[in-house]
């Protein structure tokens, strides 16, 4: 178990290019001038077992934005964090109870621009020990843990499309029992994987 944590450590050593939700649509044209909002997400590797899994969150069906969807817990960057990553720490001990004491940070990928407007940087973190785990009301319906090795693994990932403003958009998906992980999500996962392969 440990040398797959440094295994881990030392590939997020070489962050690679950014990401974007429109990765796979070329035809895309961004506006000039767009300014991005800073945010962090923390993608949590626990020990499950004999292995290591990721915690992901299921959003509440009555959230304004994204709702009923797969995400890490994470969320904008506030005047009051330090940086990214104390604003993806200081989300998931809101939407899912994990002190940040627990959590040893690996490292980051790189940067993540989303369809919301957001650059949103990925933050991997080994939780060091178990801990009780407390979905916010209203906002996290469920948290679940999938193996490490599923999301880390490039074939287990399918693109699909929609429509999505009067076109075609294209995206990755890594579903995963009855979770459908798709969109920003599955793209910072397919993210870590190359980086990963790299």
């Known amino acids: 178990m440990p040398e797959r944590i440094d295994k881990i450590r030392s590939a997020l050593t070489h962050i690679g290019l950014g990401s974007s939700d429109f990765d796979l649509n070329p035809d895309t044209v961004l506006p000039a001038g767009r300014k991005l909002r ?8 626990i020990q499950h077992g004999d292995g ?3 915690l992901l969150t299921k959003r509440s069906a009555g959230l304004k934005h994204h709702p009923g969807q797969i995400s ?3 969320g904008k960057q506030e005047e009051s964090d330090a940086d990214v990553i104390a604003a993806a720490l200081r989300e998931a001990r809101e939407e899912i109870g994990l002190p940040e ?3 040893e940070v690996l490292g980051t990928l790189a940067p993540h621009e989303t369809v919301t407007s957001f650059q949103v940087t990925p933050v991997i973190g080994f939780v060091k020990e178990p801990f009780k785990i407390i979905a916010e009301a209203g906002e996290v319906a469920e948290v ?3 193996p490490l090795d599923h999301v880390l693994n490039p074939a287990n990932y399918i693109i699909q499309s929609r429509a999505w403003r009067g076109h075609m958009r ?3 998906v890594i579903p995963y029992g009855p979770y459908y992980i798709w969109g920003a999500t599955a793209r910072m996962l397919r993210a870590w994987t190359e980086t990963i392969q790299n």
Do not use: E, N, W
Request: proline share 13%; charged share 0%.
């Open 170 to 172: 294209h995206y990755y």
């Open 72 to 74: 890490f817990p994470g």
């Open 101 to 103: 004491h627990l959590v």
């Open 144 to 146: 679940f843990a999938v």
């Open 38 to 45: 800073p945010a962090g997400v923390l993608a949590p590797i």
């Open 52 to 54: 290591l899994s990721l």
